[in-house]
DNA sequence: TTCGTCATGTAATGGGTTACATGATTAC
DNA sequence: GTAATCATGTAACCCATTACATGACGAA
């Protein structure tokens, strides 16, 4: 009788954790400002809205209503409903964050976990990201592994394929060693920190400065 | 009534052009050496497989029995049932080929259309490669205004994903932008040429030689 | 003879999107 | 007053996984 995505569930409750949204507005945070990492339609958002109400996690409030107008301040926005945090709920988001089992390791699951390392704990970060490293970890010897055995008798763009497909998991593994050391030593994020990667902007990525598109919503719905 | 998902029939197509084979080894194949990038279950592989067979795209043939055993002679492998592409078959995977609509850039569409580059014509090669960068540096711009529009409001943690998401899309744009250029140039696939990334194994990934695990099997299904 | 892998299947379930239906509010 | 965007919802479908059921073959 339930929408329990595990994901968007954790993700919704972080969210509302840090300030009352409705609907919406939420979706686009999921999207953009948290997103990259997930898209999600209003058809799975509001049913789990519901959900997590039934739960008891969360609570309705009407938003502020066409007579008060101007009562919201700071969002300029009116509201229909908006959904706030309870106290079960806010204990209970504390578990999940707690919480750093084999399933926090998987690629969506991780970065879900990752967007909230600001409210997470030093150790169960270190957990999550060390697990996500091993998971990583095997996957590229099963990748090394399978190249091995089937070197020969592939053709050179499934060889490329491969080979892409491996060194962007070796990547990952490289950041992620990164940040282990960082949390290790203690500076918090590399903030200022000397970019040693020559990362930011070096190769033939055509900036094509095309800011006159008539974009006429943020929507990623399309 | 049928199961048309449209990657996993590409590719199934497609691995069955290159030769007939039953449907647990097909799958493997699916999620190693064409793998990385999906990994089907048989409770998807077989009701498609079917329905392909309905569709007259492929027919079974019983694979070599106990009897006439050793009949195989260089699979060596007994089979229940095999499945071969039928004239119909080729043809629908031809066109299937052929297509280079909107779809076949989006992220696993688009790892499938590569994997079979080798029987695409090169034109078709060209205007894939070229809607899947596109595709990816609409992505870029979105990301980047996103990020314009609440840096300030976002923590370290979520900051660093969205870099590093970003980063990892510059990365493919760049890829793409070679092989571009390469099917432009002419050199089919970069074959013997000098690796101009250093991309080998540069940086600090631990090999971690335990290559004594149990590895009991080499099935994806876990 | 028992265990592991090869091999084929299906029913229940999960998790999500699409398309649709509806309406309030703002900007022009 | 009309178009765009904000806002909420639902039913129908889609794609795939999980767990289960079944059985043959080879090696220890």
């Known amino acids: 009788m339930s929408r329990r995505s595990g994901i968007l569930e954790f993700a919704v409750l972080g969210l509302l954790r840090e300030s009352p949204m409705h609907g919406y507005e939420l979706r686009k945070r999921l999207n953009t400002s948290l997103g990259v990492f997930r898209a999600f339609s209003y058809g799975t958002l509001y049913p789990c809205l ?20 101007r009562a919201a301040s700071l969002a300029g926005r009116r509201a229909k409903i908006v959904y706030r945090l309870t106290a079960e709920g806010k204990e ?9 089992g084999p399933d926090a390791w998987e690629d969506e699951h991780f970065a879900a976990r990752f967007a909230f390392f600001g409210q997470t704990s030093r150790d169960v970060r270190m957990r999550v990201l060390e697990g996500r490293r091993s998971r990583l970890e095997e ?7 399978s190249l091995a055995r089937t070197r ?3 053709d050179d763009y499934t060889l490329e394929l491969q080979r892409h497909g ?3 998991v070796e990547r990952e593994v490289r950041w992620l060693n990164e940040l282990i050391e960082s949390e290790r030593t203690g500076r918090d994020m590399r903030k200022g920190s000397a970019p040693q990667d020559t990362s930011g902007d070096a190769d033939g990525i055509p900036r094509d400065g095309d800011s006159s598109r008539p974009g006429p919503s943020d929507d990623t719905t399309k």
Chains 1, 2 share one sequence.
């Open 152 to 154: 020969e008798r592939l």
């Open 166 to 168: 491996m060194e962007s």
């Open 50 to 69: 519901k959900a997590l109400v039934a739960s008891g996690w969360l609570i309705e409030e009407p938003g502020s209503a066409p007579e008060d107008a």
């Open 139 to 145: 996957r590229l010897e099963k990748m090394r592994a």
């Open 92 to 100: 209970h988001f504390e578990e999940l964050l707690a919480h750093s």
